[in-house]
């Protein structure tokens, strides 16, 4: 069964930066066969997509964290991480990883918040 274990969430002031990371495992090989991507859901919102990297490296961005954040991977390793610069309180939500298609069921998550 596969587990995605999302943290180094917190607070943090606006301006401030944070780096997520993400542990996929029981995925064995399908992890390196496909895209992963990070996501978050703020309160009272729907989930949506922050950041996507392919197998080969390459990167999607939502428009409102487009060079603030920087997504990657390591494919021996299973792991993504989003590298996030310059927080907004906009950017307070529960931050989640995953495939995109198709996903893998939703891990735990880690709050992010941005507050001064």
């Known amino acids: 069964q596969v587990q995605l274990r999302e943290s180094g969430g917190g607070l943090v002031q606006p301006g401030g930066s944070l780096r997520l990371s993400c542990v996929v495992t029981g995925a064995g090989p399908t992890f390196n066969s496909g895209s992963m991507a990070w996501y978050r859901q703020a309160p009272g919102k729907q989930r949506e997509l922050v950041a996507r990297?392919?197998?080969?490296?390459?990167?999607y961005y939502a428009d409102s964290v487009k060079g603030r954040f920087a997504i990657s991977r390591d494919n021996a390793r299973n792991m993504v991480w989003l590298q996030m610069e310059r927080l907004k309180p906009d950017d307070t939500a529960v931050y989640y990883c995953?495939?995109?298609?198709?996903?893998?069921?939703w891990g735990q998550g880690t709050q992010v918040t941005v507050s001064s």
């Open positions: 990297v392919s197998t080969s490296g390459t990167t």
């Open positions: 995953n495939r995109p298609v198709p996903q893998w069921d």
